[in-house]
């Protein structure tokens, strides 16, 4: 919402923001972190066990829009970090990819892909083939159970750290 309180363009029927406009009642998957201009969820319909998405906590569909760098610019930067650090911690990933592209219809709300990637991901798979992950079928999509779970463990090694 604006302002003013009427909806921002786009933002009516928008997937990240009626998350974050019911962030107390999320699933775990959907609230590893909670910060001031972003939110960091398990990807949906993803067969990447671990894959994070940094949400604008604002309807925004660009960094460009992205607030001065003491706000969410600045604070993106530091989630990034933390959020990978969890996940090397928690998934034993060997690095991770960071990308946004916000194009998909239904999910132009800016959001940041935070990808483990593993020591034995396939080298088809690696680099921007990893978003064939988002691509698979259902039946290979991480269940909501395993969500829940990397989510719980990512959130306390984050709150750990704090």
Known sequence: MDIGGTAAEGEEDCYSCAGNAALAG?????RVLIGAGWRAAHAIRAALPGWMVLVSRRHVTSPAKLTEAEAEAAELGVLTWRLSRALVEVTGCVKTYVAAFSEA???EHLHVHVVPRAADLPAADQGPDVFT?????????VPPAEMDDLAIRLA???????
């Not at 999320?26 to 959907?30: D, I, S, T």
């Not at 992950?133 to 999509?141: H, K, N, P, S, V």
């Open 105 to 107: 219809a239904g999910f």
């Open 26 to 30: 999320l699933p775990p998957r959907e």
């Open 133 to 141: 992950f988002l691509r698979r079928l259902e039946a290979e999509w």
């Open 156 to 162: 306390a090694v984050l709150d750990a750290e704090h």
